[in-house]
């Protein structure tokens, strides 16, 4: 496993919240724990548990927000993923994340934001590149790159599928400010049980008008209804594809739109990775990696 390590890699389909250390999971838990905002040994396995239903990945979710949803917590978690990233190879990561607000201590989508790019800029243990403003600035938090692993890293917003069209064009408005910081597009994701696809196209279509790439978690259960829909919406990718049928498939291919994250069979796979690496290009908008 080793070769494989040491491989150049990229990762485009990385939550932030889905790539957390257990280690910090564990220790942001045992402490909400000892303020008795939760029971940490009824979290614990939670945690540590491999197999998991759609249904409880969705509820670990929810735990994971009430443990990583301050200010400060998400920007060391922001710091410690894409290090961790780093370590493991990775040359270019795409990290989405969904914007929160909670109004009790203060964070606004955007204020959340902020602390994910200062997290960011607090990443030292690797060179990382992730302003894409100018090139006077683009190799913002780089040392002398000798003998150091590098990163370019760039941003999704998340759209998650329990926001109502205003909630999702907040999103979409935020993440065309914030370009200048590495937000390259929109993803749409979430309990795929919930949520209409009607709620979100007029922010993804803003979206889509506005020159974001759009990414969206299509087809993660039976719902042929809106997996033709979204594949209408002609997405620049999507992900997991798990419940595709034939004329599903047909029509991905004939719009050529890429699958990144595959549950699908290996004929599949080599068409995808060819598609994948014609639109890695395009997203990541790098001169060279
Ligand atoms: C099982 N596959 C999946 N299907 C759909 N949505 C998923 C997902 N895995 C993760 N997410 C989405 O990513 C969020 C966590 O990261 P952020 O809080 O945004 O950083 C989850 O709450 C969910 O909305």
């Known amino acids: 496993m080793e070769w494989i390590q040491s491989l150049p ?19 942001l838990a045992r402490v909400l724990g000892e303020k008795g905002v939760i029971v940490f040994a009824d979290v614990e396995h939670v945690i540590q548990k491999n197999d998991r239903s759609l249904v409880e990945v969705f ?3 929810d735990l994971i927000h009430k443990l990583t949803t301050d200010h400060k917590t998400v920007t060391r978690i922001t710091r410690e993923v894409v290090e961790d990233f780093a370590l493991e190879n990775v040359v270019y990561l795409e990290l989405r994340t969904t914007p929160k607000r909670s109004d009790s201590i203060g964070m606004s989508k955007r204020s959340y934001m902020e602390a994910v790019i200062q997290g960011l800029r607090s ?7 992730f302003v894409t403003a100018s090139d006077s600035q683009k190799l913002h938090n780089a ?4 003998g150091r692993k590098k990163i ?3 941003l999704l917003l998340s759209i998650d599928r329990r926001e109502t069209t205003e909630s999702a064009m907040e ?3 935020l993440a065309l400010e914030m370009r200048d910081v590495g937000v390259v597009g929109i993803d749409l994701s979430g309990n795929p049980l919930v949520g209409e696809w009607s709620t979100f196209l007029p922010a993804l279509q803003y979206a889509k008008d506005n020159d974001l790439h759009i990414t ?8 042929p209804k809106e997996i ?6 002609k997405p620049h990718r999507i992900g997991h594809a798990c419940f595709f049928k034939d004329e599903d498939w047909t029509k991905l291919k004939s719009f050529r739109i890429p699958v990144i994250d595959l549950h699908v069979p290996l004929f599949s796979v080599s068409y995808n990775l060819f598609n994948q690496f014609q639109e890695f290009a395009m997203f990541c908008r790098l001169k060279y990696v």
Do not use: W
Not at 123 to 129: A, F, L, Y
Not at 143 to 146: E, L, N, Q, V, Y
């Open 171 to 173: 999103t979409v408005k």
């Open 123 to 129: 990443v030292s243990e690797v060179d990382i590149d």
């Open 59 to 61: 509820k670990l979710f």
């Open 152 to 154: 370019y890293v760039r």
């Open 216 to 223: 969206l978690h299509c087809g993660e259960v039976p719902n």
């Open 143 to 146: 040392g002398d790159g000798i």
């Open 9 to 27: 890699k990229i990762e485009l389909h990385a939550h932030l919240n889905g790539s957390i250390r257990d280690s910090t999971l564990l220790e």
């Open 228 to 233: 033709q829909a979204m594949l209408d919406f």
